[in-house]
């Protein structure tokens, strides 16, 4: 036999004990045991929850409309920003730099292009 099946008098007298501390019945009919009044412990937060979103949602809603937006408060005189600290280069100069190219002007270029391909070069 199992241990659901053996009766002892103890863990009876200890469910009824925490069935009383507890607030519980005992219900020999299930058939109205859905009808039983709500535990009070709980928190329904869900009502609260709802309402807060709508409130901020409807809130940015009107910030987007007027272009409203915050206050900036001057807290006094600002202190300086330290100037800019330069860095050095540690990679070598080239020793003879390249000479400047003279730009072409573009519409020439494309003109011999076209005068070379037309003559069959």
């Known amino acids: 036999m199992g241990v ?8 009876v007298r200890e469910l009824s004990a925490l069935s009383q501390a507890s607030g519980g019945v ?4 299930l058939s109205d045991a859905w009808e039983a009044p709500a535990f ?3 928190l329904d937060l ?13 809130a940015d809603g009107l910030v987007a409309r007027t272009g409203w937006r ?11 920003r330290p ?3 330069a860095v050095r280069s540690t990679a070598p100069e080239p020793a003879h730099p390249e000479p400047e190219l003279e730009p072409i002007h573009a519409g020439a270029a ?9 003559r069959g070069r």
């Open 110 to 118: 494309r003109r011999r292009r076209f005068d070379h391909a037309k």
């Open 26 to 29: 005992e219900r020999t009919d």
């Open 83 to 85: 100037a800019a600290v």
């Open 46 to 58: 869900s009502a609260h929850l709802l309402a807060a979103f709508l409130l901020v949602f409807l």
């Open 4 to 11: 659901e099946w053996s009766y002892d008098e103890d863990r």
């Open 70 to 80: 915050l206050p900036s408060f001057d807290l006094g005189q600002r202190a300086p």
């Open 40 to 42: 009070g412990g709980e």
